[in-house]
């Protein structure tokens, strides 16, 4: 059952890849000899600046790739916008360990994609590859430059910073509506260097574009889950190959409560869950032993808990209305008022076990409908129930129906 369930979301999800709508919007691209091409392109939402990027002339054309070495501007309308260009980039890296006592910026002349923040009489840029998040600028004529911010180490023990972006700021975009206060206190911050771009713009009557679309997202959903359950024990003596229980599998129902938290970026495709979860099973087993273990043994678990999965959720959207999804979690199990006795036939004690859960995984596949309703099957890996005990060992395992219901 396992193996076919794990073969089952591996199959499903490497089809859904296959067949999940990839999502063209209208744009255009520039080519190095200027020349302007209308098109569809995959707006990936993009969280860092991209190398690439697919489109197609159509909906029914072929998906194609263009790269860096023949695009000199690209564009998904009204939401993105890159250009190509050759810029000196200061890569330092903002881990301690790398750190140097130089203050100085190491440039390097790389050929990049620039995302554009702004532009007006001073245009802003931003370049971020997951590791280097850097900030360029251009205005009018001169060629674009990167705003200079770098942590470096003061001495063996401290970091200090080096702000000279502010510095460049004063000297080139100055004007009579900005302060000085607003220079010093500036920090190399998107939003932060957004606002002061744009004032500096409206300052110099500059019709100026802001290119970064402030789009309003439900990035978070808070989703009622009951579910069904069939769960299964197993309790297994290891001084005894004769004394083990294989309780019968049981069914319940039992409820949980889903925080997801959706990442603000490519496209609303993954998120993070957080799920609460109440869960119970009771189960009863009489077995026969030799008279040296025990003779006639009964072996009883009255075992209540809460879970709590914290895991990613991948989306797969098929159209406007529906979606199906696959989800990994982390599994810690938070028992209360269980135990699992072993009696013998005249119902003195052999045993009286604690209860002490270990750490298990689950893995999900579901489907979404209209951002409200879902349903999902999870199967989740075996868990120890005497974590602690050095003779017993345990599997509990759980397949749960899981329907939902996002109220916010």
Same mark, same amino acid.
């Given at each position: 059952?396992?193996?076919?369930?794990?073969?089952?979301?591996?199959?499903?999800?490497?089809?859904? *890849?296959?067949?999940?709508?990839?999502?063209?919007? $209208?744009?255009?691209?520039?080519? %190095?000899?200027?020349? &302007?091409?209308?098109?569809?392109?995959? *707006?990936?939402?993009?969280?860092?600046?991209?190398?690439?990027?697919?489109?197609?002339?159509? %909906?029914? +054309?072929?998906?194609?790739?263009?790269?860096?070495?023949?695009?000199?501007?690209?564009?998904?309308?009204?939401?993105?916008?890159?250009?190509? =260009?050759?810029?000196?980039?200061?890569?330092?890296?903002?881990?301690? %360990?790398?750190?140097?006592?130089?203050?100085?910026?190491?440039?390097?002349?790389?050929?990049?994609?620039?995302?554009?923040?702004?532009? +007006?009489?001073?245009?802003?840029?931003?370049?971020?590859?997951?590791?280097?998040?850097?900030?360029?600028?251009?205005?009018?004529?001169?060629? @674009? &430059?990167?705003?200079?911010? &770098?942590?470096?180490?003061?001495?063996?023990?401290?970091?200090?910073?080096?702000?000279?972006?502010?510095?460049?700021?004063?000297?080139?975009?100055?004007?009579?509506?900005?302060?000085?206060?607003?220079?010093?206190?500036? /920090?190399?911050?998107?939003?932060?260097?957004?606002?002061?771009?744009?004032?500096?713009?409206?300052? =110099?009557?500059?019709?100026?574009?802001?290119?970064?679309?402030?789009?309003?997202?439900?990035?978070?959903?808070?989703?009622?889950? #009951?579910?069904?359950?069939? $769960?299964?024990? =197993?309790?297994?003596?290891?001084?005894?190959?004769?004394?083990?229980?294989?309780?019968?599998?049981?069914?319940?129902?039992?409820? +949980?409560?889903?925080?997801?938290? @959706?990442?603000?970026?490519?496209?609303?495709?993954?998120?993070?869950?957080?799920?609460?979860?109440?869960?119970?099973?009771?189960? %009863?087993?009489? @077995?026969? /032993?030799?008279?040296?273990?025990?003779?006639?043994?009964?072996?009883?678990?009255?075992?209540?808990?809460?879970?709590?999965?914290?895991?990613?959720?991948?989306?797969?959207?098929?159209?406007?209305?529906?979606?199906?999804?696959?989800?990994?979690?982390? @599994?810690?199990?938070?028992? /209360?008022?269980?135990?699992?006795?072993?009696?013998?036939?005249?119902?003195? #004690?052999?045993?009286?076990?604690?209860?002490? =859960?270990?750490?298990?995984?689950?893995?999900?596949?579901?489907? &979404?409908?209209?951002?409200?309703?879902?349903?999902?099957?999870?199967?989740?890996?075996?868990?120890?129930?005497?974590?602690?005990?050095?003779?017993?060992?345990?599997?509990?395992?759980?397949?749960?129906?899981?329907? +939902?219901?996002?109220?916010?």
């Amino acid at each position: 059952m396992r193996k076919q369930f794990l073969f089952l979301a591996l199959a499903l999800i490497v089809s859904v *890849n296959s067949f999940s709508q990839v999502i063209f919007e $209208n744009g255009y691209f520039i080519s %190095e000899n200027n020349q &302007k091409t209308s098109c569809l392109i995959e *707006n990936m939402d993009w969280k860092n600046t991209p190398v690439n990027f697919r489109y197609k002339l159509d %909906e029914s +054309g072929e998906i194609k790739i263009a790269d860096i070495k023949t695009i000199k501007e690209f564009a998904v309308s009204g939401q993105f916008k890159f250009i190509s =260009s050759v810029v000196k980039i200061d890569r330092s890296s903002k881990r301690i %360990e790398f750190m140097t006592k130089d203050k100085n910026p190491v440039f390097s002349t790389e050929k990049l994609f620039l995302q554009v923040l702004m532009e +007006g009489k001073a245009n802003l840029y931003l370049y971020n590859d997951g590791t280097v998040r850097r900030f360029f600028y251009k205005t009018d004529n001169s060629e @674009i &430059k990167q705003l200079v911010y &770098k942590t470096y180490l003061a001495d063996d023990d401290h970091t200090a910073k080096n702000n000279q972006f502010r510095e460049q700021l004063f000297v080139d975009l100055k004007c009579d509506g900005v302060l000085m206060n607003e220079y010093e206190k500036l /920090t190399y911050a998107k939003k932060d260097l957004e606002r002061f771009f744009a004032k500096y713009n409206k300052c =110099s009557d500059s019709n100026f574009v802001d290119l970064d679309v402030k789009e309003k997202k439900d990035l978070f959903n808070l989703t009622l889950r #009951p579910r069904y359950t069939m $769960n299964s024990l =197993s309790l297994e003596n290891s001084e005894y190959n004769v004394l083990s229980f294989d309780f019968d599998k049981k069914s319940s129902i039992s409820l +949980g409560i889903e925080a997801e938290f @959706i990442l603000p970026f490519n496209k609303d495709r993954w998120s993070v869950i957080v799920e609460p979860t109440y869960q119970s099973y009771k189960g %009863e087993q009489t @077995i026969q /032993t030799n008279q040296v273990v025990g003779g006639t043994l009964t072996g009883k678990v009255d075992y209540k808990s809460v879970e709590l999965p914290v895991g990613v959720r991948r989306y797969f959207f098929i159209n406007d209305a529906f979606k199906i999804f696959a989800n990994a979690s982390m @599994i810690v199990d938070f028992s /209360t008022n269980s135990s699992v006795t072993v009696t013998r036939k005249d119902g003195s #004690p052999l045993n009286e076990l604690e209860i002490k =859960s270990g750490i298990n995984f689950g893995l999900g596949l579901g489907c &979404k409908f209209k951002d409200k309703v879902s349903l999902e099957v999870r199967y989740q890996t075996s868990r120890g129930l005497l974590a602690d005990n050095p003779v017993w060992t345990s599997s509990y395992q759980t397949t749960a129906l899981i329907l +939902g219901y996002s109220f916010f």
